[in-house]
Nanobody, 115 residues
């Protein structure tokens, strides 16, 4: 079915910015909801942001005003623009897609925020 490939993770200094990408093997309009989740060591996987196929968005309180989720329909790609990064943002970030009864996860990309 659908495959998700994340990219854009890496090491960044506190206060810096980073953009994550999630490329899908399916057209965006066929995916009900796409989202970004993150999981730090010893913690559960939590929702960061999500976007529906009609463009409605939701954000975790901890990232509101700093992160922005968006999409490029022509490229079938969802992005997560992360600004004003903090050390507490350090985690493995996972792309997620829901299509009907199916839920698909990407392999994850590591984001490390220093200082």
């Amino acid at each position: 079915q659908v495959q998700l490939v994340e990219s854009g993770g890496g090491l960044v200094q506190a206060g810096g910015s980073l953009r994550l990408s999630c490329a899908t093997s399916e057209v965006i309009f066929k995916i009900n909801v796409m989202g970004w989740y993150r999981q730090a060591p010893g913690k559960q996987r939590d929702l960061v942001a999500r976007i529906t196929w009609v463009g409605n968005t939701n954000y975790a309180d901890s990232v509101k005003g700093r992160f922005t989720i968006s999409r490029d329909n022509a490229k079938n790609t969802v992005y997560l623009q992360m600004n004003s990064l903090k050390p507490e943002d350090t985690a493995v970030y996972y792309c997620n897609a829901v299509i009907g009864y199916q839920e698909v996860w990407g392999q994850g990309t590591l984001v490390t925020v220093s200082s």
